[in-house]
Nanobody, 115 residues
């Protein structure tokens, strides 16, 4: 059974940092492209960061230079380090695994950036 379980969300002040984690199971993690996506209230889900099977990364312009995605194939984990957080980063953050026709989602973790 495929599972993606996100953790690490919470309330943080503007300028603060959070580290999100996603624990994967039920599939061959190292062969999947992993992404973090987010959905803010009243908005569509958007792609935040991508990491390929060989570790190449790419980011949405809105988070470039502030967020870092990483993966640990030995532990089947993907992380999102978020620094210099802004109120507009407030959203539910989702972990996603994809390869070919297969596409799996976690249930999300809420990040709220507010003073």
């Amino acid at each position: 059974q495929v599972q993606l379980v996100e953790s690490g969300g919470g309330l943080v002040q503007p300028g603060g940092s959070l580290r999100l984690s996603c624990a994967a199971s039920g599939f061959t993690f190292s062969t999947y492209l992993m992404t973090w996506d987010r959905q803010a209230p009243g908005k569509e889900r958007e792609l935040v960061a991508i990491i390929t099977t060989d570790g190449n990364t790419n980011y949405a312009n809105s988070v470039k230079g502030r967020f870092t995605i990483s993966r640990d194939n030995g532990k089947n984990m993907v992380h999102l380090q978020m620094n210099s957080l802004k109120p507009e980063d407030t959203a539910v953050y989702y972990c996603n695994a994809r390869t070919g026709a297969r596409n799996y989602w976690g249930k999300g973790t809420l990040v709220t950036v507010s003073s």
